[in-house]
């Protein structure tokens, strides 16, 4: 969200008590690395922003844990699914790092907007940069090679390459971890 609101600093500039607003209902927390935030199965009643530390939201398939996302400092992460439609996800969440983030219970969210109508504004361009970031995911995985998948994350997050497990990685660009090795050592 920090990262959002540098990106819209006219929400801030029009209404400066918005980010007043937001930080009365945001709790700061910590967790410890490999904490698992989020279970699938469990409806997600929160969002989180990142101040520091890493996270990735996985699922299982057939045994396997299929990374979906990374969030790093000024990020934020959700099980998105169960958050917005109110049920069980079938998204995990888990602290690649120890984390400190700044979580946002979801009726608290509902309970500003209701209250400051002008604050939905903020609430759908947040929600237009998910579609946007979920429309170049999906481009990534479909309209790319693996070698090509792998340079685009290299180019827009390289620091996941010196922070993230790289069976996270491969598992994320849709890969074997034979394939991002090999991939890896050119």
Excluded: W
């Amino acid at each position: 969200m920090l990262n959002f609101f540098k990106q819209h600093a006219s929400l801030v500039f029009e209404n400066p008590q918005i980010v007043e607003d937001f930080q009365e209902i945001m709790v700061s927390q910590k967790f410890k690395k490999h904490d698992i935030i989020h279970s699938s199965g469990s409806v997600c009643s929160h969002f989180y922003v990142i101040a520091s530390g890493l996270a990735r939201v996985f699922y299982y398939k057939e045994s396997k844990d299929i990374t979906v996302h990374f969030a790093a400092e000024e990020d934020s992460f959700t099980a998105i699914d169960s958050l917005i439609q109110r049920k069980k996800s079938k998204y995990s969440i888990e602290a690649l790092e120890d984390l400190e983030v700044f979580s946002i219970n979801f009726n608290d969210l509902e309970l500003l907007f209701e209250k400051k109508p002008e604050y939905e504004h903020f609430g759908r361009l947040f929600l237009q940069q998910i579609y946007i970031d979920l429309v170049e995911r999906i481009d990534d995985l479909q309209l790319h090679s693996t070698k090509e998948r792998y340079d685009i994350l290299l180019t827009k997050k390289p620091y996941l390459f010196k922070r993230v497990a790289s069976k996270h990685i491969a598992s994320f660009l849709g890969m074997s971890a034979e394939t991002f090795s090999r991939i890896r050592g050119k």
